[in-house]
Every structure is written in structure tokens, then in C-alpha cells.
């Protein structure tokens, strides 16, 4: 497996210095909606930090609905093939379509359109993926965060139901742990499973958190499924207070699990 954080620009050296093997940043932070002149600093911020961007999250902003009535599909497409565009000039392989903002069901908008809204969304970032040979990976979020796709095995389901081979499914034990999903659902997707996401891990001297006591249990899970892609921390409960000092202890963690 390799391991790699989700981080914000500020912190891409000390992602680098902590070991982590790629660093994921948000697809936002390229900035698809401004010019050249606007990411270019942007881009050479990434690329100075000397650690290869593999995975990109946070794809599609609330400005650009996916699901809805004001889903806007020649505006999507702009954004999109812009965004495939930086992405794969930084080393990205994978795209995290996350997004509850964007993708979840307006108040009052037939919930019965949603899902050939996502495949048609799935369909036009397959699409633009297809000269940059990138993965779109569907990640499902626990249903206090979006109220479609919320569990793992849904996700596989949605990618098998996009007929693309470049549409697969994340399983990230925050959400899996909120939803309270079954550690059996990644079996039943592993034909899908392409990416992880794991909350930042217990660490010392830091408060307990609700998805600690069931990480072990999820990291020997991805093992028995003989997962080997990628593993980004994500720090949704908000751990890190010292980045550079703990980022390298939460490595030290998912090395010492992932070994058993």
C-alpha cells in the first residue's frame, strides 16, 4: 500500500518531511474556474514541495451542482476537463468525487432523478479522465454529511452501474464508522475498492475520538480483502493541532497496523 495524507497547501513541506509516500490536496485549490495566470503560482507551490499530488478530493464545488435543477452540464464539463487538465500535469492519478455540497438533493428537487444525475456526471468525468488516464473514485459520505451514496458497498454499486472501467469506489472509516457499515461491505466491493481514507489515528496525548476503538479492526479488514492502493489520512475530526510534530506518528500507525 502507500500512504499519503490529505493536506492544504500550507502544510505540502511538512507532509514531505513526515515520510508520507504522495500527498492529497483539493481538486478546488487548482482553482478550474480562474486562468492560467491565477494557478500558476499554484502549481509551482505543489511542485516545489517535491512530493508527488497522486490523489486529488474535494472535486466539485456547491457552485457547480451535480444533482438538482440548476446542474448546469456545459459548465460542469468546463470545470471538469480544466481540472483533469491540472490534476494530471501535478502526477495525479485518482480524482475523490466526495462533493456532498454538490451532489446532495436539493430541498424540494425529485429524489428519483439523482441517480442518472450522478451517472451522468460520472459519465462526463469519465470522459474528460480518458486523455489524462485518471480514476474517478466515488466516496461515500455518512448521511449527517449528503443523504445519497452513503456506504461503500453503495458506491461499488454506482461504479459498476457507470459502465466505466475509470469509475470505482472509496471506503473511509470516518464515514463507514458514522453510517455504522458493515466491515463485510469491503469484501463485497473489492472488485471496486481503489482508494482509502483513514481519520487521523489515536495519538498521544490527544482526546479520544468515536472512530478510534474500530481502526484496527478496518486497517486488518483491507488487508484480508488484499487491498494494496492507496491510504490517505484525512483529519475530519479535526486531531492534528501540530501537524509536523503528529503527521509523522499517525504514519508510524497505519505502518505498524498495515504490517500485521
Known amino acids: 500500500m502507500r500512504l499519503g495524507c490529505c493536506a492544504s497547501l500550507d502544510v505540502l ?18 482553482v478550474p ?19 508527488p499530488a497522486e490523489a486529488f478530493n474535494v472535486f466539485v464545488p456547491a457552485h457547480h451542482p ?9 459548465a460542469l464539463r468546463a470545470y471538469v476537463d480544466t481540472a483533469m487538465g491540472r490534476m494530471s500535469e501535478l ?29 451522468d456526471f460520472l459519465a462526463l468525468a469519465a470522459d474528460a479522465a480518458a486523455p489524462y488516464d485518471l480514476e474517478i473514485v466515488i466516496e461515500p459520505l455518512w448521511r449527517g454529511v449528503c443523504d445519497n451514496i452513503n456506504t461503500v458497498l ?16 472509496l471506503a473511509d472509516w470516518w464515514h463507514m464508522a458514522h453510517e455504522r457499515e458493515p466491515l463485510t461491505n469491503l469484501a463485497e466491493s473489492r472488485d471496486r475498492l481503489r482508494h482509502v481514507h483513514v481519520p ?3 495519538l498521544p496525548g490527544s482526546p479520544p475520538q468515536s472512530t478510534d476503538s474500530g481502526l484496527p ?27 509536523s510534530r503528529q503527521a509523522p506518528q499517525a504514519l508510524a500507525y497505519l505502518r505498524a497496523h498495515l504490517r500485521r
Open 13 to 30: 513541506d511538512a507532509v514531505r518531511r513526515a515520510g508520507f509516500a504522495y500527498v492529497e490536496p483539493r481538486v478546488v485549490d487548482l
Open 200 to 202: 487521523v489515528p489515536p
Open 217 to 243: 479492526d478496518f486497517l486488518r479488514a483491507l488487508t484480508a480483502v488484499n487491498y494494496t492502493g492507496r491510504v490517505s489520512i484525512e483529519d475530519n475530526g479535526k486531531r492534528f493541532d501540530n501537524f
Open 66 to 74: 451535480v444533482v438538482g435543477p440548476k446542474r448546469d452540464l456545459p
Open 154 to 169: 453503495e458506491a461499488a454499486v454506482v461504479a459498476r452501474q457507470s459502465g466505466s472501467s475509470r469509475v470505482a469506489a
Open 33 to 51: 474556474d480562474d486562468d492560467e495566470t491565477v494557478y500558476a503560482p499554484i502549481r509551482r507551490r505543489i511542485e516545489n514541495a517535491g512530493l
Open 91 to 119: 502526477g495525479a492519478r485518482q480524482v475523490i468525487f466526495g462533493s456532498g455540497s454538490a451532489r446532495a438533493t436539493p430541498r424540494g428537487f425529485d429524489r428519483h432523478q439523482v441517480p442518472s444525475q450522478i451517472l
